[in-house]
């Protein structure tokens, strides 16, 4: 088990690179990444995305549940509070999905996935919650109908067995 002392002493190692230094708040890629909370799928390493070039949220399945779309209305009005709405903001939001989710767990439990969805049960179907494909299709569709006009959506399924990303839904603009 890593434990406290373990995380500071990495820390200082961190810190000690100066990695950190210079980074603004907004990412430099215009990149935001939803993904899943699996330690073998860090959106970053998968991407090879270096510190400050996208945020990253993750989640159970990297889904994008109204949760997730509330939070990207918090981070739209923190670009907005700190560029006086006149900043590029995020041009791209990349869905990442995997192979061997642990979500497809949960498929047995369907009042569980309604709850987290904020869906009747019956509408579960939808959410592909087996078929991370499928599952990307839909979760980009949801974003979508959610951004401003202009912006990239793009879906993404990892293979935890190659350590290869499919592209499931090539960049297109969103509908909003």
Do not use: W
Not at 45 to 72: F, H, M, Q, S, Y
Not at 105 to 117: I, R
């Amino acid at each position: 088990m890593i434990d406290t002392d373990e995380l500071v002493r990495r820390n200082a190692g961190f810190a000690d690179r100066g990695s950190y230094a210079g980074l603004g708040l907004m990412p430099g890629g215009g990149l935001t990444v939803i993904g899943c909370v699996d330690p073998r799928v860090d959106p970053s390493g998968v991407l090879g995305l270096d510190l400050g070039e996208a945020a990253v949220i993750r989640n159970v399945g990297g889904r994008v549940t109204p949760a997730t779309l509330r939070t990207l209305g918090m981070l739209a009005k923190v670009v907005q509070a700190r560029t006086g709405g006149s900043g590029p903001g995020i041009g791209h939001y990349a869905v990442l999905h995997h192979t061997d989710c642990g979500i497809t767990d949960l498929a047995a439990f369907p009042d569980l996935l309604a709850e987290y969805f904020e869906v009747p049960a019956a509408d579960l179907p939808a959410r592909a919650v087996t078929d991370p494909r499928a599952a990307v299709r839909a979760d980009v569709g949801i974003l979508k109908g959610a951004l401003r006009p202009g912006v990239l959506v793009t879906g993404l399924v990892y293979d935890v067995a190659t350590g290869l990303v499919e592209v499931v839904v090539p960049g297109v603009p969103g509908d909003a």
